[in-house]
């Protein structure tokens, strides 16, 4: 699918109706790492229907906007990785562990007590229902291995290690499936090779490859300092992201925005598309197309236009509706005013 210069979508995630999650319970507590069903305003008999509802206001904002690449806006998830984490063989999900969040915090989150595997497939039919409502290109994504690892109790394994390597598996199996459904772009989020570097290094990439081994498809991996509604101060730099070089995902998603990131740090990854964070989720104004056009330029120093696709710096899901809308096709007419001065 032929796409312009510049082209926008969404990283994963989109904002809720409230008449489907309680979005101010969503808020008052860091993102859920096992199940959180009592989020849902809806009752469990109408519950898919429902998400698929909410899932076509999520494409039809989306298509209003004029992005260029769509998702499902993540309807069906309590947060964007512990739908995938906790559908896992291996998994003892009536008795959660605890782990330390990215704040330091503990957390509720999977208790692994025996071999991790994938049971069946978790996201297909999204990839499915997206594909049925629209024509236009589709991403879809999935939680990383690192990030799961780091996100469990570890009551199995003789290594962390070992976790990360049977959780990679696991997402192998589901990202091919992915790209036979319909899939264009499948985006591995893994927040946490940021939040712990020293273990991404030991074993973070090994992860990543063995997740993304015989996969034939366009590939992508989110790396983040979490969703600025929990996680408040942006260190000024990423302390893991050269590393990526020579992973096999084609494009890498980084915030630029409220981090003010300094963008030469994107010429250390020659030949990786980038997607570029230009809109800054820690407020709720609206940046012009204008201030959006001014981030895309920043990055234009040091990376090809044809290697840039424009994004928020992270998911839209803790943002109003309203906001989340402005915002993004604020995003999209700033794509188009550099794509006109590039023209």
């Known amino acids: 699918m032929k ?19 309680d979005r101010a319970k969503l808020a008052g507590r860091f993102p859920p790492r096992v199940r959180a069903k009592e989020l849902w305003r809806v009752a469990p008999e109408f519950l898919d229907e429902a998400q698929d509802d909410a899932t076509l206001l999520a494409i039809r904002d989306q298509v209003r906007a004029d992005l260029d690449i769509v ?8 947060s964007y990785s512990n739908r995938f984490a906790t559908a896992l063989d291996g ?4 008795n ?20 991790v595997k994938r049971r069946h497939a978790v996201e297909v039919r ?66 946490y090779l940021q939040a712990r570097p020293e273990k991404a290094r030991e074993y973070g990439l090994q992860a990543i490859a063995r997740a993304l081994d015989g996969v034939n498809g366009e ?6 300092f979490g969703y600025a509604a929990v996680i408040h101060e942006r260190p000024n730099g990423y302390s893991f992201l ?23 740090v994107l010429a250390t990854l020659e030949g990786k598309t980038i997607i570029l964070g230009v809109l800054d989720l820690s407020t709720l104004e609206i940046e012009t197309p204008e201030i959006v056009a001014g981030r895309i330029r920043r990055a234009l120093s040091y990376v090809a236009p044809e290697r840039l696709v424009i994004a928020p710096d992270c998911g839209l ?17 700033g794509a188009a005013i550099v794509r006109a001065e590039m023209a």
């Open 3 to 21: 796409l312009p210069l510049f082209p926008t979508s969404l990283v994963g995630s989109y904002a809720m109706p409230e008449w489907l999650l």
């Open 71 to 78: 998702t499902d806006g993540e309807m069906r998830r309590e």
């Open 91 to 94: 998994i003892d999900i009536d």
């Open 96 to 115: 959660p562990g605890t782990a330390l969040d990215r704040s330091g915090h503990p957390n509720p989150v999977p208790r692994v007590v025996g071999k």
């Open 126 to 191: 999204d990839v499915e229902f997206l594909r049925a409502n629209t024509d236009r290109a589709i991403k879809i994504t999935v939680p990383g291995p690192f990030t799961m690892a780091q996100q469990a109790q570890n009551d199995f394994y003789d290594s962390d290690e070992e976790l990360a390597l049977d959780y990679a598996g696991a997402v192998n199996e589901e990202i091919k499936d992915l790209f036979a459904a319909g899939a264009d772009i499948v985006q591995i989020d893994e927040p």
């Open 219 to 224: 590939t992508a991996l989110h790396i983040c």
């Open 242 to 264: 050269p590393e990526l070089v020579d992973s096999a995902v084609k494009a890498i998603s980084i915030e630029t925005a409220q981090s003010e990131l300094d963008c030469s």
């Open 317 to 333: 899901k803790y943002l109003p509706r309203d906001i989340a809308f402005g915002k993004m096709k604020a995003m999209a007419d």
